[in-house]
């Protein structure tokens, strides 16, 4: 074996890639080659690309650290274009594909020489924990400016500024049971169900199933670990009760066995997903999985060990070095150390030497902190004349951008002690175990606390009901135990769902015995730890074992509080390496054990997610859709402009061109308005109102339901007949008006405002499911089925009574009656109510006909003048009614006295309503409060703005008293002025006063405050 020329880091045998296939790509604007099969993080160290990043606060060179989701430094940014931008990837876990493009995340001008790197070098004793807080705050003046730069100096990655050319897909699935995890324990436990006839789903994160088989030097049947492993998914892929989900990730473990698993459908074969058959495959897929049962067998992460300047590039993870060499034939350096607290490790030591010997590569010594391992792995390193230095460990590692020697001495790791004379061993590469960490977070994600566990030295997962655990997730490291244990969790899920266990025959282990392993987390040093070198906890987010110090001395004693206070296990990588470590040292300064100190809180995502995969096909007109009326075709092709309602598309108002204009322009919105105005109030007009929200009731109780949810009395409203109603929030405040009518003795239609229909049928729901569910009622969303088209004005009795057969006379039809009956030959509902004052007809016919029935009111209203309205013109003939617009007249701030809508309110209902106890608060009592208006500018030809500030006095000092603000503003072609509606202090014993609305240009009006009703004070217009 010797080093490839053009990867000299790469073994010319061995690994489980594809050699046959080279693969160019580029990282940070230079070329380098890998094979089909690398991650980007194996090509790199294959190239001995040493920096892959700097840190978050310090800006330190960064190299990669682990080979799994664990890894902290190797942050990097996907996409040769702006559309592909894809920020924070993890090079452990990115396949490599040919014409890859990556970019380190921070580094300024470049990741080699970066002029923060500066300042974390000479001022980074000066950023302790809780720098940010004490440092920038005063003058508070400078936040702003500071954040800029703070900003500038931090982060992680860019989001593109363009739109994403990729599509995501949702899949929801059941089965009896979810295996998480597909190394031995998972899959032993996937042929155990599989073989019952369960549904079962295997996933795991790796580009390949198989998890440490895939690297591991024992033997199964005399066989290598990883051909027993292809041989159980060959098994598994062929039978059609299982699924295999190779490249996902279950990264949120939720209530009732549902799991979301993030599926990397594409991201293997290019920076956008390929284009088969002009289609474009997903790029990932997000699989909502509800399960009977769900196993983890998550395995566990090996924990480095804490020492000074461990984050040099050249440190990394002894479990890493292993799957480099064993699964990509990568060896990453030259001379090893290895400085262990177990036998496992050894592996390590082990594989470089028998892999790397022939291509110049030597273990210069295996530091072991126990003072007398004795198991089989040691005896092998022993055998082969590798050093062990025994009861000592790396208390440093030498060098500034690659590691390049290792100072090694004796330790007492109870006492936190250095024992001996440093001796410093020249090596360029550094791999550290302290142990291995269950992979807890899914579990925790139920609510399920964990536990500490001395055996394992870490914490096991705390378990709900359906939730079972195997092998290394919680803590049976050996092969032996976690094939057995993935059988037996299996086996009992298997029980409680009524399946029997299949016949499983486990291979034989060749065993190999280890020693126990010891408790060491931070490594002394011949310093205090405040002095000493900077030990690193948490690399991503450059928390050291000192800032842990800080914080328990200044009084943080609380893990949460220690956590945030750091930002330990912050970031994305959720603490995988450095938490147990930080807990310790933690547990070490407050004289405590770590049981109690306790563990943080692990809460979704396990690892990021991107939000194209989250959203999925629910984008664009999929998560925001256009919903259109029957006319909406008739209404383009008459020339309207629309406005967004809610999700509706409403005409806002119909230009129509110019008698006048020879190039065919059309009128403003102003003079479409007030010719759409004075035409309701001359003659008539038609309105499209089907976006109203519309709910069906009905029930033995729908009576008194509508009774308690509204604030007015609905026991005696007679069938045939309409009222208008107000429905307030629990404390005392409008949620929403409309009218509701009597279709029969315990059958109601009430109406919503357009844009909250959606929410007064939650809450309908939720009043009736949770307060009342002895009411027998029911509500069903009719909004869709019935179209509604208003015709209003003068005119509008004549023009109706020319096409239907419902009696029409003024006695016989009042207001806010309503008739069945035909109109245009269609079966309708009518209803004899205004918002706009007028003489009004709302016509109800189902939508598939309302086309037709608006057509037919146009061929018999010319004569009338028939003219279409929108919702702008809507606004100014409601307004000058004073009909309120509830969420712009109304902000969630006032009562229906508040609005003058006392007449509206049943206070000696026999049973509570909602909101009635509120409105009894002292506080909905003042007199004071904002109170609805009318204003009537001086000047006739001044129109408001909308959400103008008033104030009483105009020559007050700044800041002025804001007394309240304008809610709806218009200029009125039949008043011939502006006007508006207000919410003014105190407002209703004010009327005939002056206030003032200063503007932003330096202008100030002035406006007497009147009553809301400009038009038709009496309301007799509309009982024609």
């Given at each position: 074996m010797s080093k490839s020329l053009k990867q000299p880091n790469r073994l010319r045998e061995g690994g489980r890639i594809d050699r046959a296939r080279t693969l160019s790509f580029t990282f940070n604007g230079k070329r380098y080659q890998g094979h089909a099969g690398d991650t980007l993080a194996s090509a790199l160290l294959a190239n001995g690309v040493d920096i892959v990043n700097r840190s978050f606060k310090y800006s330190r060179p960064r190299g990669i650290v682990a080979a799994g989701p664990e890894e902290p430094n190797a942050l990097i940014q996907l996409g040769s274009t702006e559309a592909a931008q894809v920020p924070n990837v993890r090079a452990t876990q990115q396949a490599l594909f040919d014409g890859l493009t990556a970019q380190s995340t921070n580094g300024w001008p470049n990741v080699q020489r970066d002029v923060m790197g500066l300042v974390g070098k000479l001022g980074g004793s000066f950023m302790p924990p809780g720098f940010y807080y004490k440092t920038f705050m005063a003058p508070a003046s400078m936040w702003m400016t500071y954040e800029k730069y703070i900003r500038k100096g931090a982060g992680l990655g860019r989001s593109p500024m363009v739109p994403d050319p990729d599509v995501y897909d949702h899949l929801n699935q059941h089965c009896d049971l979810l295996v998480v995890g597909a190394g031995p324990a998972g899959l032993a436990a996937a042929l155990t169900a599989a073989r019952s006839g369960a549904r079962v789903i295997l996933c795991d994160e790796q580009e390949e199933m198989g998890g440490s088989l895939l690297e591991s030097r024992e033997l199964l049947d005399s066989q290598p670990a990883a051909q027993w492993a292809e041989q159980v998914l060959a098994e598994l892929a062929g039978r059609a009760n299982v699924t295999l989900l190779p490249r996902t990730t279950a990264n949120g473990y939720h209530d009732h066995h549902f799991v979301t698993l993030h599926e990397r459908r594409t991201e293997h074969l290019g920076e956008t997903a390929p284009v088969v058959d002009g289609v474009r495959s997903s790029r990932s897929r997000m699989h909502r999985v509800r399960a009977g049962q769900v196993l983890l067998a998550t395995g566990a992460h090996e924990r480095p060990l804490v020492y000074a300047n461990n984050d040099v590039p050249g440190n990394l993870v002894a479990g890493a070095v292993s799957t480099y060499i064993r699964r990509y034939g990568v060896v990453p350096g030259t001379k090893l150390v290895l400085s262990t607290t177990n036998d496992h490790a050894y592996r390590a030591a082990l594989d470089w030497h028998d892999f790397g010997k022939g291509a110049g590569r030597e273990v210069v010594a295996i530091v072991d902190a126990r003072p007398a391992p004795d198991g089989e792995l040691v005896e092998q390193a022993r055998a082969r004349g590798i050093r062990v230095i025994t009861g000592s460990a790396v208390l440093e590692a030498k060098g500034s951008t690659r590691v390049s020697g290792a100072r090694v001495?004796?330790?007492?790791?109870?006492?936190?002690?250095?024992?001996?004379?440093?001796?410093?061993?020249?090596?360029?590469?550094?791999?550290s175990s302290g142990g291995y960490s269950p992979v807890i977070h899914l579990a925790s994600h139920t609510g399920a606390r964990p536990s500490w566990s001395d055996d394992v030295l870490g914490f096991v997962p705390g378990l709900v009901k359906g939730v079972h655990a195997a092998g290394s997730a919680r803590g049976i490291h050996n092969l032996a135990g976690g094939l057995a244990d993935g059988v037996a969790m299996a086996t009992q899920a298997l029980e409680t769902l009524g399946h029997s266990a299949g016949n499983i025959e486990l291979p034989q282990v060749d065993v190999i015995r280890e020693g126990a392993a010891c408790a060491l987390y931070q490594v002394p040093h011949e310093k205090p730890t405040l002095r000493a070198p900077k030990q690193f906890v948490d690399l991503q987010n450059d928390v050291t074992a000192g800032a842990i110090e800080i914080a328990t001395r200044e009084g943080f004693e609380s893990i949460e509080h220690v956590k945030r206070y750091t930002a330990m296990g912050f970031g994305t990588d959720q603490g995988k390496l450095g938490n147990i470590n930080g807990m310790a040292i933690a547990a070490r300064c407050l004289n405590k054990t770590i049981p109690e100190v306790g563990t943080t809180v692990f809460r979704p995502n396990y690892t990021p997610v991107t939000f194209g995969a989250i959203a999925g096909r629910h984008c664009r007109e999929l998560f925001d859709p256009e919903r259109y009326t029957a006319m909406h075709q008739w209404h383009v092709e008459n020339g309207a402009e629309f406005e967004d309602v809610g999700q509706w598309k409403r005409p806002w108002y119909f230009p129509q061109v110019r008698p006048d204009a020879a190039n065919g322009e059309r009128e403003s919105m102003a003079e479409a308005v007030a010719r759409e105005c004075l035409a309701v109030r001359e003659k008539v007009g038609i309105l499209d109102a089907s976006t109203l929200g519309k709910i069906d009731i009905q029930g033995?109780?729908?009576?008194?339901?509508?009774?308690?949810?509204?604030?007015?009395?609905?026991?005696?409203?007679?069938?045939?007949?309409?009222?208008?109603?107000?429905?307030?929030?629990?404390?005392?405040?409008?949620?929403?008006?409309?009218?509701?009518?009597?279709l029969g003795e315990n059958h109601f239609l009430m109406t919503t405002t357009t844009g909250g229909a959606a929410g007064v049928m939650e809450w309908l729901e939720l009043w009736h499911q949770t307060e009342?569910?002895?009411?027998?009622?029911?509500?069903?969303?009719?909004?869709?089925?019935?179209?509604?088209?208003?015709?209003t004005g003068p005119e509008a009795r004549h023009?109706?009574?020319?096409?239907?057969?419902?009696?029409?006379?003024?006695?016989?039809?009042?207001?806010?009656?309503?008739?069945?009956?035909?109109?245009?030959?269609?079966?309708?509902?009518?209803?004899?109510?205004?918002?706009?004052?007028?003489?009004?007809?709302?016509?109800?016919?189902q939508a598939n006909y309302a086309l037709h029935v608006w057509q037919t009111l146009f061929q018999h209203g010319e004569k009338y003048g028939l003219t279409p309205y929108g919702t702008e013109t809507m606004h100014v003939l409601r307004a000058e009614k004073g009909f309120i617009i509830a969420g712009q007249d109304s902000d969630g701030s006032v009562t229906p006295e508040d609005l003058g809508m006392q007449w509206a309110v049943g206070y000696d209902k026999p049973f509570s309503w909602v909101g009635k106890r509120a409105l009894s608060r002292s506080d909905t009592r003042r007199t004071d409060r904002k109170q609805l208006v009318g204003l009537k500018p001086k000047d006739p030809k001044v129109v408001l703005e909308e959400g103008a500030q008033i104030v009483f006095d105009p020559d007050h000092a700044i800041p002025m008293p804001m007394v309240g603000h304008v809610t709806s503003s218009y200029y009125s072609p039949t008043l011939k002025s502006g006007f508006a509606l207000a919410v003014v202090k105190g407002g209703h014993q004010r009327m005939g006063e002056t206030v003032y609305l200063p503007m932003a240009d330096g202008k100030t009006h002035a406006a007497e405050i009147v009553g809301p009703i400009f038009y038709d004070p009496k309301?007799?217009?509309?009982?024609?």
């Open positions: 001495a004796a330790i007492d790791a109870e006492a936190f002690k250095v024992t001996g004379q440093a001796e410093t061993l020249a090596c360029d590469t550094i791999a033995p109780d729908a009576r008194e339901f509508l009774n308690r949810i509204y604030t007015n009395k609905w026991a005696k409203l007679e069938v045939g007949r309409a009222r208008y109603g107000l429905m307030c929030r629990d404390d005392g405040m409008l949620m929403d008006d409309g009218t509701t009518s009597c009342w569910p002895e009411l027998n009622v029911t509500f069903t969303s009719v909004t869709d089925h019935w179209a509604t088209m208003t015709i023009l109706l009574a020319e096409i239907t057969d419902i009696d029409l006379d003024r006695e016989r039809f009042k207001f806010m009656d309503w008739r069945e009956g035909k109109v245009a030959e269609v079966p309708a509902r009518v209803f004899r109510i205004s918002f706009t004052g007028e003489l009004a007809y709302e016509i109800n016919v309301g007799e217009r509309q009982h024609v």
